[in-house]
């Protein structure tokens, strides 16, 4: 595949530099979410328009997902159930999202996630996501994960900050997953609308291949890295390094609020596809 004419004007060091990001972003990302606030940022800094940088974000970033989601599934974390609900409707939310984001645009969403980044800062911080795993079945279980897939999903392909902190509360919360597969299944339903989103950019030629490739090799294994520490070192783990995400997402959301300027109608938000 011949590199586009943006990647082919990055020297080999800035290259290796965003590899690193990706390494980074794919451990953080698997662990507790908000792997884009390190590889959209560095994407950005290396010269390329936003679009191009969300679009070359989900490009790698989908492949962190599915090594976090293979080493989750051999530690046998991952509930095959669950899943074959929460993929096909992320994915049809996320691409339902995506396309409101086209036609609408999202700043009426900011301070709204602001509070709820909040929100769930505090209940992971406070320990109140602790939830004790069920051995019995949860009343409406799969009617609640099929809703709750289909609106993150939607919410993902819509604005997008905090997805994944959000999916790990989310199951906590409505099916009593502790964090550890809670995190687990969260990377099927992340993937989903990743997914989705790759497919959107893909589509309107935003995904820079001759960046994402490489970043998608750190990304494999920042992913398999980040499920692997999560595994051996479990909730306290999750909960700490979700902690700091959710700050560092709630300075972001916090600081966009203040200062971004409506995107155009059309415009997919800056905002979107921060995990």
């Given at each position: 595949?011949?590199?586009?004419?943006?990647?082919?004007?990055?020297?080999?060091?800035?290259?290796?530099?965003?590899?690193?990001?990706?390494?980074?972003?794919?451990?953080?990302?698997?662990?507790?979410?908000?792997?884009?606030l390190?590889?959209?940022?560095?994407?950005?800094?290396?010269?390329?328009?936003?679009?191009?940088?969300?679009g070359?974000?989900?490009?790698?970033?989908?492949?962190?997902?599915?090594?976090?989601?293979?080493?989750?599934?051999?530690?046998?974390?991952?509930?095959?159930?669950?899943?074959?609900?929460?993929?096909?409707l992320?994915?049809?939310?996320?691409?339902?999202?995506?396309?409101?984001?086209?036609?609408?645009?999202?700043?009426?969403?900011?301070?709204?996630?602001?509070?709820?980044?909040?929100?769930?800062?505090?209940?992971?911080?406070?320990?109140?996501?602790?939830p004790?795993?069920?051995?019995?079945p949860?009343?409406?279980?799969?009617?609640?994960?099929?809703?709750?897939?289909?609106?993150?999903?939607?919410?993902?392909?819509?604005?997008?900050?905090?997805?994944?902190?959000?999916?790990?509360?989310g199951?906590?919360?409505?099916?009593?997953?502790?964090?550890?597969?809670?995190?687990?299944?969260?990377?099927?339903?992340?993937?989903?609308?990743?997914?989705?989103?790759?497919?959107?950019?893909?589509?309107?030629?935003?995904?820079?291949?001759?960046?994402?490739?490489?970043?998608?090799?750190?990304?494999l294994?920042?992913?398999?890295?980040?499920?692997?520490?999560?595994?051996?070192?479990?909730?306290?783990?999750?909960?700490?390094?979700?902690?700091?995400?959710?700050?560092?997402?709630?300075i972001?959301?916090?600081?966009?609020?203040?200062?971004?300027?409506?995107?155009?109608?059309?415009?997919?938000?800056?905002m979107?596809?921060?995990?």
């Amino acid at each position: 595949m011949p590199l586009d004419t943006m990647t082919q004007g990055l020297s080999a060091g800035h290259v290796a530099l965003l590899c690193v990001a990706a390494l980074c972003g794919g451990t953080v990302d698997a662990i507790a979410g908000g792997g884009g606030l390190i590889t959209v940022p560095a994407l950005l800094a290396a010269g390329l328009s936003p679009h191009q940088a969300l679009g070359t974000n989900k490009g790698q970033s989908s492949f962190g997902s599915f090594a976090a989601i293979l080493r989750y599934r051999h530690a046998g974390l991952v509930d095959g159930r669950l899943a074959r609900i929460a993929f096909p409707l992320g994915f049809v939310g996320s691409a339902l999202g995506t396309s409101l984001a086209l036609r609408l645009a999202p700043g009426v969403l900011r301070p709204i996630v602001l509070a709820l980044l909040l929100i769930v800062g505090f209940l992971f911080a406070s320990g109140r996501l602790q939830p004790r795993e069920r051995t019995g079945p949860v009343p409406k279980r799969d009617l609640l994960v099929a809703g709750f897939a289909l609106a993150i999903g939607a919410y993902d392909g819509f604005f997008g900050p905090g997805t994944g902190t959000f999916i790990i509360a989310g199951y906590a919360a409505l099916v009593h997953l502790p964090l550890t597969r809670a995190t687990a299944n969260a990377k099927v339903l992340n993937f989903a609308s990743n997914v989705a989103a790759l497919v959107f950019f893909a589509r309107g030629g935003m995904i820079l291949w001759g960046l994402a490739i490489p970043m998608a090799a750190a990304q494999l294994l920042g992913g398999f890295l980040g499920a692997h520490l999560a595994i051996r070192r479990g909730d306290r783990l999750i909960r700490g390094v979700a902690v700091a995400v959710v700050l560092a997402l709630v300075i972001w959301v916090a600081l966009d609020v203040r200062g971004h300027e409506a995107p155009r109608p059309g415009a997919h938000s800056m905002m979107g596809g921060h995990r």
